[in-house]
Every structure is written in C-alpha cells, then in structure tokens.
C-alpha cells in the first residue's frame, strides 16, 4: 500500500489508452478511523455509492460505447480507492474492446474488490436508462436558512446539542464543503442527517456542519466523523449520515452510514415513522 504523497493527486497527468488495474490507488481506512476512536467492530453499517457518469469502451467490433457506471464499497472493506485514481482507471478503458456490457462490469467489479478489499457490486447503465439517475428532493427539513451563529475554522463536537425532548426527523443542508487532502480542491455536498432521539439543535448542527468548509478529508472520512461526533454529542437512539457529493471529474461519491435499519440510503436517509 502506498501513501498519499504516492499518489496520482496533484501531479501532471499521463493518460493510459490500455487497461491497467494497477492504476487504482487504494488508501486504508484504518489511520483515519482510529483518529475517531473506532476499531475493528464498526457502530455503523453502510457503503460509499459512487457514480461514474462518464464510462466509455470499445464493442467487439471496435464501436465506442458509453453508458453510465455505479458502484458500492461496503464500508467494512479496510481500504478505499482514491478518486483521481479510478478516473485514470476508467479513462485507460476508452480504448478496449469487450464483447458485452456484463464482461465490463464483471471487469470493473473483480478489479475494485481487490483494490477495497472487500466485495464491490457494479452496475453498467445504458443510455435508455439514465432516466434512472434523476434526483428527488432530499426529504426531510432544510436548516440552510437558519442564522449560523458562531461559526470555526474546524468541525468540532463540543458545537453540537440536543435538548431534553424527542424527535424523529431528517434535517439536511446544501451548504456543505470540505477539502481534498491533498489538492485542497472544494468537495461541495448535500448532507442529510436522520435520528431519532434527543431532538439535535438545529442552528448549532448547520454550524457544525458549515466548519468543515476548510477541513481537508476524504468524503468517506468526513461522514464518518459527522456520524461519530453527531452520534457522542447528541446521544440518538438510532442515526443516518448520507453525504450526495457533487460530481468532480465525472464522478462523484456518496457515502452513507447508520447504525439502524429504520434508515434508507435510496435517496436520503429518512426517517421511518
């Protein structure tokens, strides 16, 4: 395994036009997790759902095809694959023939399981299909207008509150950004929150939330730390963190962790009444 400095991120780029599984660069989960104080028994279920929305390859007879690409990393697997990394992966494929969709997938799928450590499911959409992406509302309660009060460079759980009474509910913002740890480009996001317990003080979870803007962290990092500080600070009896980032590069990730199967990762963590 390498580290970070290893990397593809930040470097001038030399684009592959031949398939090379070894072009994924996969990260461990571990350093990041145990900075959270969480070990091997993990408090939450979930994966990270990318969508790779610019997939193309040759048929068997040399035609270009594209279609639209999603997979699943279980959050259990001890590794991670690097976003830069996957898109150099998939570029190198621009030029390769295969004879079906499914040998693509089951490609795709072999190639990430080994990377994560963990089994991937993949998914190869057509064109007819993507109909299928388009994106609901977030359900839930938008806190994005409420006054932010004091604001901090840094995420910090002494922000958070709860109060005495309960509540069961999905609160959500759009004002979400953090920062790549290496590049320091912004990773903008829709963050959707769903508890049940100790009703979360909403001004002061947008002002949690909003201090990450300069926080340097890895999508799959950050929600797991949203999920930690919010489940210590507040107490919740059952808790969902989903995190829809925008698309960078042609891809983007969206990781979702809980630790009740009262909530979905469909869309949005929501609450079941």
Not at 145 to 172: H, I, K, Q, V
Not at 185 to 200: C, F, H, L, M, S
Not at 231 to 244: F, G, K, Q
């Amino acid at each position: 395994m390498g580290a970070i400095p290893d990397s593809p991120l930040g470097k001038a780029t030399a684009y592959a036009d031949a398939y090379d599984p070894g072009l994924l660069f996969a990260v461990e989960r571990a350093p990041q997790r145990e900075a959270l104080g969480l070990g091997l028994e993990l408090p939450f279920r979930g994966a990270d759902q990318w969508t790779a929305w610019e997939l193309s390859w040759l048929d068997a007879a040399g035609k270009p095809q594209v279609a639209v690409a999603t997979f699943a990393v279980p959050c259990e697997s001890p590794r991670i694959v690097e976003s830069k990394s996957v898109k150099l992966y998939l570029t190198a494929l621009n030029n390769v023939r295969f004879d079906d969709r499914g040998a693509l997938a089951a490609m795709l799928a072999r190639d990430l399981t080994a990377a994560t450590g963990a089994a991937v499911s993949v998914s190869v959409v057509p064109p007819s299909s993507y109909a299928a992406f388009a994106r609901d509302e977030v359900p839930g309660i938008c806190i994005d207008d409420l006054p932010l009060g004091t604001s901090r460079d840094e995420p910090d759980a002494a922000m958070l509150a709860a109060g005495r009474d309960t509540a069961g509910e999905t609160l959500y913002t759009r004002l979400f950004r953090s920062v790549c740890p290496v590049t320091g480009q912004p990773d903008y996001a829709t963050v959707a929150i769903a508890y049940r317990g100790p009703r979360i003080d909403r001004a002061a979870l947008l002002a949690y939330l909003v201090s990450f803007r300069r926080h340097a962290g890895f999508h799959e990092h950050c929600v797991e730390r949203i999920f930690v500080d919010v489940d210590h600070a507040c107490r919740p009896e059952a808790l969902a963190v989903h995190a829809r980032f925008t698309r960078r590069g042609g891809v983007d990730i969206s990781p979702f962790r809980s630790n009740s199967a009262e909530f979905s990762s469909a869309s949005a963590p929501t609450f079941v009444q």
